[in-house]
């Protein structure tokens, strides 16, 4: 899970945006992109969404419950990130967010 530098613009607030990482980790590390999925606060709007993965505070290394909008992934620039992680999906979030990417990209 990274957080970028400067927001790119997805959520509200001044709270920074967190991403999961989702490309696979034998890509080569000089790739200029990272391909990932936004979080946002677990708010009842995400309630009958059936394209996001429910993740807790501490998985996120939020202060709250966050939903991973898989159905939004995209690739951004890896020099957007901050080096250091802020949270890390234990094997079972990450196997939900696994799960829906094949649906979104119909693999």
């Known amino acids: 899970m990274l957080a970028v530098r400067r927001r790119i613009g997805f959520g509200i607030g001044d709270r920074r945006e967190r991403f999961v990482v989702l490309q696979s980790d034998v890509l080569p590390a000089d790739l200029e992109t990272v391909i990932v999925a936004p979080l946002d606060d677990d708010l009842p709007l995400y309630a009958p969404d059936p394209l996001v993965v429910r993740v807790s505070r501490r998985e996120?290394?939020?202060?709250?419950?966050?939903v991973v909008l898989v159905s939004h992934l995209t690739s951004v620039l890896r020099e957007r990130f901050d080096s250091v992680r802020v949270g890390r999906l234990r094997a079972a979030s990450m196997k939900s967010v696994d799960r829906l990417a094949m649906i979104v990209l119909e693999l």
């Open 60 to 66: 996120a290394g939020s202060t709250r419950p966050q």
